[in-house]
C-alpha cells in the first residue's frame, strides 16, 4: 500500500469518561467488532474501585504483564484503528492529559442517567484547548433517564460544544425500543435478550406507515421528536466537527452491543486521519518524508527483577523503520529500535515498519523521558505536553541512609515516567514532591521500594500551588526571587518556580509584581 494510504486509513483516538460511565464497555465492544478480542470480559477495567494503592498496583502488575492494553490497535473494514487507553482515576488524570496529546480524535461517554459529570468537564477542557474533534455517545440507554433534549442542553451548556445527535433514541429504561440512526437514515430495534448485532432497517421515509409496525404508538413521538432535532439542531458538518467546534451525539448501550457498530461506522467515516503535529520550530505534517515522533508516556514494567520500561512513542510523520538509526534531540545521540512492538489484537508484537498515526513500543533503560522527540535528523522539538501544576506536597526524605544512591536514581525516573514532580527548595535544599492525587505519593512510596530497593518517608507540607515564573525584565526577577527566597524552588529542568502558600499570598505576589508572569502549567 502507498504511503499516503496508510495514513489516511488510520483512526486514532481516546475514549474518555468519567468513571463508571462505560468507558471498558465500549471499548471491549469496539474490540469485539476489530476481531482484536474473541470474548467480552477480556478487556481488564482500570477502575480503581476503592482508591488504594493495592488496587492501583495490582492493576499495573496486570498492565505490566499485558503493556497492550495501553494502545489497543486493530483492523476494521480496511481502516487501521488505534484506540489509546486513559486512566479514568481522577488521581491519574496527568496521564490521561498527555495521552490525549497523541490522539487525532476523542469519543466521550456520557452516561445517560447521570449526564455531564465533573471528570467529563475537565476532559473535554483539554480537547478544547486542543481543539480535538469529539464524538460523544450516550450511554446506557437500557437504564431510566431523564428527557434527550434536556440532555443536550446540558451537554451544550457544560461541555461548551454545539451538538448535532446523529442518531436518536426511541425511549428509554425499560420502554427503550431503539434508535433512529439519523446518518445513515436507519432504524434499529433494541432486544435486551440479543446481544448480536441486530439488523439495521433501512427507514428513508419516517412518515411512512411501515414504522408504526415497528415500534407502535412511538412512531409518532419519533416523527415528531425528529422533526425538533432538524429545527433545533445545525446540520451536521463535517469540517466544523474536525475543527473541534461541533460534537456529533450518538445514543446505545455499550453492556447490550447495542448501537456500537453504528458509532463505529459513523467514527471510521467522519473522524480525521493523523493531524499535522506542532512542534517549536514548525508544523510537521504526517505525509513528510522524514520520520519524526515524540514520547507521550512512559510505562515501567513492575517485574522487580528487570527494571525496564516501554517507553510509547507516536508517530507523527514519515514511515518508521526498525533497526534504522534515528536521533534522540534531547541527548543529540543516535538510536538503534530494534525492538520495537506495535500493539496489535491485544498482543505486542515486533514490527518491521510503523506509519503516522500508529504508537510504538520501545523499549528503554532510562533514556528517554516523555516529551522526548525522536527523527531521523531534522533538529525538532515537539510541544503540548505541559507538566501541570501540581495540588498536593510533601517532603521526600531518605528513610534508609545506605540507599542514597538507589533512591535518588529511582525517583529521578519516576520523575521522568511523569508520576509526580520533584522541585528542589532553594532557600533549605530539600526536595519537594508535587502530585495532582493523593495515591501518587503511596505509588512512588511502593515503587521506590519494590523497584528500586530504596526507602522513603514524607512529610507534610502545605502548600496552595507551583507556579514556573518569567519575565521580560531580568531586574524583577530578580527582585521577585530575592524578596520570596524562601519560597523559591526549582523543577527537575532547572526553572524558576515559586510555591505559594495560598490562593491569598498567590494573589498578592501577583499584584506587586506586574511584571511577572505566573504560569500553571510549565509550558507556555
Ligand atoms: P468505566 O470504564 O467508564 O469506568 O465504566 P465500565 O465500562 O467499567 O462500566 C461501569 C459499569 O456500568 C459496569 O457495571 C458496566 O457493566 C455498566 N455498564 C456499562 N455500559 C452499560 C450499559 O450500556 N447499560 C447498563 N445497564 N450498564 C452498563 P459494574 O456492575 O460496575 O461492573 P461489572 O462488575 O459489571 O464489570
Known amino acids: 500500500m502507498k504511503f499516503l494510504d496508510e495514513i489516511k486509513r488510520r483512526r486514532t483516538f481516546g475514549i474518555v469518561s468519567h468513571p463508571d460511565a462505560g468507558k471498558t464497555t465500549l471499548t471491549e465492544k469496539l474490540l469485539l467488532f476489530g476481531g482484536a478480542i474473541r470474548v467480552a470480559g477480556a478487556v481488564k477495567s482500570n477502575k480503581i474501585k476503592k482508591g488504594a494503592t493495592s488496587d492501583f498496583m495490582e492493576i499495573e502488575r496486570q498492565r505490566g504483564i499485558s503493556v497492550a492494553t495501553s494502545v489497543m490497535g486493530f483492523e476494521y473494514d480496511g481502516y487501521k484503528v488505534n484506540i489509546l487507553d486513559t486512566p479514568g482515576h481522577q488521581d491519574f488524570q496527568e496521564d490521561t492529559f498527555r495521552t490525549l496529546t497523541a490522539v487525532d480524535s476523542v469519543i466521550i461517554v456520557i452516561d445517560a442517567a447521570k ?117 433545533v439542531y445545525p446540520e451536521f458538518n463535517s469540517e466544523e466537527y474536525l475543527a473541534g467546534d461541533l460534537a456529533p451525539v450518538f445514543f446505545g448501550s455499550a453492556l447490550y452491543n447495542f448501537g456500537v457498530q453504528e458509532l463505529l461506522d459513523a467514527f471510521l467515516q467522519i473522524a480525521p486521519s493523523p493531524k499535522p503535529s506542532f512542534a517549536e520550530e514548525r508544523e510537521v505534517k504526517p505525509d513528510e518524508s522524514g520520520f519524526s515522533g515524540f514520547v507521550f508516556k512512559i510505562h515501567a514494567n513492575i517485574d522487580p527483577n528487570h527494571r525496564s520500561r516501554i517507553a510509547f512513542v507516536k508517530i507523527c510523520s514519515g514511515k518508521f523503520e526498525r533497526n534504522k538509526m534515528y536521533k534522540h534531540i534531547r541527548s543529540g545521540k543516535t538510536v538503534r529500535i530494534s ?32 516529551g522526548d ?77 519494590h523497584e528500586y530497593n530504596a526507602k522513603c518517608r514524607f512529610e507534610p507540607l502545605s502548600m496552595y500551588k507551583a507556579c514556573w515564573i518569567e519575565s521580560d525584565d531580568p531586574k524583577i526577577l530578580t527582585e521577585f526571587k530575592k524578596r520570596k527566597h524562601q519560597k523559591m524552588a526549582k523543577d527537575k529542568l532547572g526553572r524558576d518556580v515559586f510555591m505559594a502558600d495560598s490562593s491569598f499570598i498567590l494573589q498578592m505576589a501577583q499584584d506587586e509584581f506586574k511584571g511577572i508572569k505566573f504560569h500553571f502549567t510549565s509550558e507556555f
Open 115 to 231: 449526564g455531564v459529570e465533573p471528570q467529563t468537564e475537565k476532559l473535554m477542557n483539554v480537547c478544547r484547548m486542543r481543539k480535538t474533534p469529539v464524538i460523544v455517545f450516550v450511554n446506557k440507554m437500557d437504564r431510566p433517564a431523564g428527557d434527550s433534549f434536556t440532555l443536550m442542553d446540558e451537554i451544550e451548556e457544560q461541555l461548551k460544544i454545539q451538538v448535532r445527535p446523529l442518531s436518536w433514541p426511541i425511549n428509554n429504561g425499560p420502554d427503550f425500543k431503539g434508535v433512529y440512526n439519523i446518518f445513515n437514515r436507519s432504524l434499529k430495534l433494541f432486544n435486551p435478550n440479543i446481544q448480536e448485532i441486530e439488523e439495521r432497517i433501512k427507514f428513508e421515509d419516517i412518515s411512512s406507515p411501515d414504522l408504526e409496525d415497528h415500534i407502535g404508538d412511538d412512531a409518532e413521538t419519533l416523527r415528531e421528536e425528529l422533526e425538533l432535532v432538524e429545527g
Open 339 to 370: 525492538s520495537p512492538t506495535a500493539f496489535m489484537a491485544s498482543q505486542k508484537e515486533i514490527v518491521e515498519e510503523a506509519f503516522p498515526g500508529d504508537i510504538i513500543g520501545v523499549p528503554d533503560n532510562g533514556n528517554f523521558i516523555i
Open 373 to 449: 522527540t525522536i527523527t531521523d535528523n531534522e533538529e525538532i522539538h515537539f510541544k503540548g505536553l505541559p507538566s501541570f501544576s501540581p495540588e498536593l506536597f510533601r517532603y521526600i526524605e531518605n528513610a534508609d541512609p545506605m540507599k542514597s544512591k538507589q533512591l535518588a536514581k529511582g525517583i529521578d525516573q519516576l520523575m521522568d515516567e511523569g508520576v509526580a514532580q520533584l522541585f528542589t527548595s532553594q532557600f533549605n535544599g530539600r526536595k519537594i514532591i508535587g502530585t495532582v492525587g493523593q495515591l501518587q505519593f503511596e505509588v512512588i512510596q511502593y515503587r521506590l521500594e
